[in-house]
């Protein structure tokens, strides 16, 4: 059976009027159902370079990234989206909701997106919502929203489409530690429930040792940490 995501001897190099510079030097990296993955790295080591090959948003100079078995990773453009949109959600340090958009409309976009009805869309978003303790707030607005109420409900959007991956760059970075900490907690929980691959970016040790293993990059290599 194949895995969510796999990435095998990835490169990617940036090429400028200066010269080569390597970030990535074979990578291999495997995300199975159910299990949360800590990417803990200084800033400049790759982590964000890694994050967007993993979700299809640049292409690798060398290797593979396959998305359920599938070598996706040089896929023409549209079929890439697709693939983003079906398979893989994506959490961000800052939300990025739609201000003109109450919490429930933010989560049911991508289902309607996707082709639901709105009528399965709102249930599915209203769903997501109350496991997030935000049936109450559904019809607020963003700027209604504390910073941890609207994180949430962004993790809320991000697994809308019962996506397979889910990759999230310093998801709570943003939040005080104590809203942190209950934020990434009702996180990890939910990923759990749904038998999502989760790759975390963080630069929280605490955060990281909740986390299933802790992987780092270094010289553009990966590493395991203990």
């Not at 990234?65 to 340090?93: C, E, K, M, N």
């Not at 005080?176 to 990434?184: E, G, K, L, M, S």
């Amino acid at each position: 059976m194949s895995e969510p995501l796999e990435l095998r001897r990835v490169v990617r190099i940036y090429r400028s009027a200066a010269g080569d510079l390597p970030v990535l030097r074979g990578v291999d990296l495997v995300l199975k159902p159910g299990e949360i993955t800590a990417l803990v790295a200084p800033s400049g080591s790759g982590k964000s370079t890694l994050l967007h090959l993993a979700g299809l948003l640049d292409k690798p100079d060398g290797g593979a990234v396959l998305i359920d078995g599938r070598d996706a990773g040089r896929l023409p453009d549209a079929a890439r989206t697709a693939i983003r949109r079906d398979r893989i959600g994506f959490v961000y340090q800052f939300h990025h909701l739609l201000a003109e958009f109450t919490a429930l409309e933010n989560v049911a976009m991508p289902l309607i997106i996707a082709g639901k009805s709105r009528a399965e869309a709102h249930a599915r978003a209203l769903s997501l919502l109350s496991g997030f303790g935000l049936s109450a707030r559904a019809a607020h607005y963003p700027g209604k929203l504390s910073g941890g109420e609207q994180q949430r409900v962004a993790i809320a959007r991000a697994l809308a489409n019962r996506p397979g991956v889910l990759l999230a760059d310093e998801p709570t970075g943003n939040l005080d530690v104590a809203t942190a900490d209950r934020v990434f907690g009702e996180l990890l929980q939910i990923v759990r429930d749904q038998g999502v691959a989760a790759l975390i970016a963080t630069h929280n040790p605490e955060l990281a040792a909740r986390m299933d293993r802790r992987l780092t990059l270094r010289d553009g290599g990966m590493s395991v940490l203990p």
